[in-house]
């Protein structure tokens, strides 16, 4: 039974560490079921850490993390991928010898649901439903980019979480991956977005995380903050 | 005629080096682990083998069904508990592991079984044999070898290209951080494939041990042998391994109807030609090493 107020993620406090390099000190935030953050900051603020330490890639040193209400710290990847967090890694990461459907099917490998089965996932992304029997390598950007999210759906996420997924791709086919995410918050998925295109992230999303090398520098909703709020928090300029 | 029989005998030798081999380039493909000690456990399996058989004194055929699952089990065991653990330390650590591992097991085996050179009961079929027109005659020993080569191989590949284990095994081939990122349980993968390269070492070790003889320290000749085959063929292309194999068995015997002191020189020479000419073996397609480079760049 999920309480409607008990946040679906609930981060306390998150040291985390690349060897002697500390990636992220003390984060917290909280995302509520249904709705979208944009995590967005500089280059190097520790987006993509805090992303893989929620998906379970990289261990925290202190912290915490909730999830449904429970405590999924020390939980390995396969164990949050059975229940319902995905991540479409930064760089899509596909498996390059694997053909488009066997790298959604590998998606699916931790999961018993098949709410998102193959057709409907085909149907979500019709650029790459005609190239199902061509190797992941073989395809553009864009179609590989599609594929990556694919196969973070085919685990039937409850969580999404999606790294960079514009990154060098054409404009066009941004706002196509876009169409499909929007599609899939009407569906009821939560997503936690990391962006580099400010605009693009708050035209998207609810809420708002800004980090400035490793620590939360403004957290709101998107409506109530200004554009010029988010860019001072961005770059670190006249913090209060 | 010589010739066409040195070519027949020397592919029937080529299967058993292909046997011998897909398993050291399965465990290479998937967990890139150089497993120094494929050829000590091969002869490991063969022992197992000459125990079994005496104690039930029963041809070696007949042990298989135990000897095999065994030497799955020994082969899981190995991993979890030994190359598991080294991979954790960088590349070099399994490579000293593997390489200690192949040591021990050739002085264990001195000590428990003495050096003297044993061979397996294989019952009828070791001795029966049948004749191509005149003058080509063929084992049915090497001929089954051979045949257990190909559908090993063939078994393998199936396994691995048509079902969820070995979609899961190539996945984690590619890039085992995103396998288990996207929920693949590593180890059990890593744990099944080692088994599979244990048993298939095994299988090879009694085919070893029924055609000729073995002794404790004779996993090392059959490793670089094997090694030779997997590279020739192009490491992660089961067969291209068959084809190194062949390569190999073929050259061995067609030298050696010329001067039989040259012919393990002109196998040790036709690797060298090999790695030279091309180093990724010949069934590793420039284009495969481009779809792994080409994932690296956006757009």
Redesign the interface.
Known sequence: MRHPDVPLLEIADLDVFYGDFQALFGVSMSVTQGCATALVGANGAGKTTLLRTIAGAQAPVSGSVRYDGLDITAAPPHRRISRGIALVPEGRKLFPSLTVEENIQVGAAAVASDSWSLERIYGAFPMIAGRRRQRASTLSGGEQQAVAIARALAAAPSLLLLDEISLGLAPRVVEELYETLSGLRSAGATLVIVEQDLRRAMDACDNLVCLLEGRVALAAPVASVSAGEVVAAYFGEGTP | MNWVNAVIQGMLLGGQYALIACGLSLMFGVMRIVNIAHGDLAVCGAYLGLVLSSALGVPVWVTLPLLLPAAFLAGMALQVLLFGRALRHGVLAPVLVTFGLSVMIENLLQVAATSDPRGLNGGALALASFHIGSGITVSWLFLTAFLTACTVLSCLQLLLSRT?WG??V??T???V?????????VRPVFATVAGIAVATAALAGVFIGTIGTFDPLAGTNTLIFAFEAVVIGGIGSLWGTLVGGVALGVTQVVVGEINQAYAVLAVNLLFLAVLTVRPGGLFTSRQ?VR??Q???A??
């Open positions: 969820s979609r899961k190539r996945a081939a590619d890039d951080d995103t396998a288990r990122l996207v929920g693949i349980r495969a779809e792994l080409g994932l690296g956006p757009g």
